[in-house]
């Protein structure tokens, strides 16, 4: 008896492992079927009229003299309805080449849990106090977790949850939501 049931245990973690590595291989062929950032859309030339078609709350326009080779950014709100927006940072180039070889560095030093938050620090100052959240503790951390070029356009993706219901907070998936929109638009 003891036999069949250590091959009953063998046969569960088999079936367990089995089912994992099936759960996960279906998951990531359909994130790349639906995957926006896969290239087709390198050649999209946005603009804030873009942004503005889906609804998107422009707050401020930064100047963007000392940001190599941007034609324009801006710093707004944009959710699927008035309760859910969150902050992002929109910055156009006149290219996705561009925004990649010229924006690249100035997208990832506002970015990611090591971000530059101080104006003295910053290489490109304007609206560096936008980027920064307060927490309870008084402590600056970084409103933007991450970015995506899209098009020309650099977006910084904040860190605030992705959705209400699940409260996963994955920056990507905040910018991709946002984009999905504006795909959905140009259509």
């Known amino acids: 008896m003891t036999k069949f049931k250590l091959l009953i245990n063998k046969l569960n973690i088999i079936l367990a492992l089995s089912f994992i590595f099936f759960s996960c291989s279906l998951s990531e062929n359909n994130n790349e079927n639906d995957d926006i950032f896969n290239g087709d859309y390198d050649n999209l030339i946005l603009s804030k009229k873009s942004f503005d078609d889906i609804g998107f709350k422009f707050n401020k326009e930064y100047d963007v003299s000392d940001l190599p080779d941007a034609l324009s950014a801006f710093y707004g709100f944009w959710g699927p309805n008035s309760f859910d927006r969150l902050?992002?940072?929109?910055?156009?180039?006149?290219?996705?080449?561009?925004?990649?070889?010229?924006?690249?560095?100035?997208?990832?030093?506002?970015?990611?849990?090591?971000?530059?938050?101080?104006?003295?620090?910053?290489?490109?100052?304007?609206?560096?106090?936008?980027?920064?959240?307060?927490?309870?503790?008084?402590?600056?951390?970084?409103?933007?977790?991450?970015?995506?070029?899209?098009?020309?356009?650099?977006?910084?993706?904040?860190?605030?949850?992705?959705?209400?219901?699940?409260?996963?907070?994955?920056?990507?998936?905040?910018?991709?939501?946002?984009?999905?929109?504006?795909?959905?638009?140009?259509?």
């Open 87 to 187: 902050s992002y940072e929109l910055r156009f180039y006149p290219s996705n080449q561009t925004a990649k070889s010229s924006g690249g560095f100035y997208a990832e030093e506002v970015t990611g849990s090591d971000a530059i938050l101080k104006k003295s620090e910053a290489s490109w100052k304007e609206g560096i106090k936008d980027r920064s959240g307060t927490t309870f503790t008084g402590t600056n951390m970084p409103k933007y977790l991450d970015y995506v070029v899209f098009g020309n356009t650099i977006i910084l993706c904040p860190s605030e949850k992705s959705s209400a219901v699940t409260g996963v907070s994955d920056p990507i998936i905040n910018c991709k939501n946002l984009l999905n929109e504006v795909i959905k638009f140009l259509e």
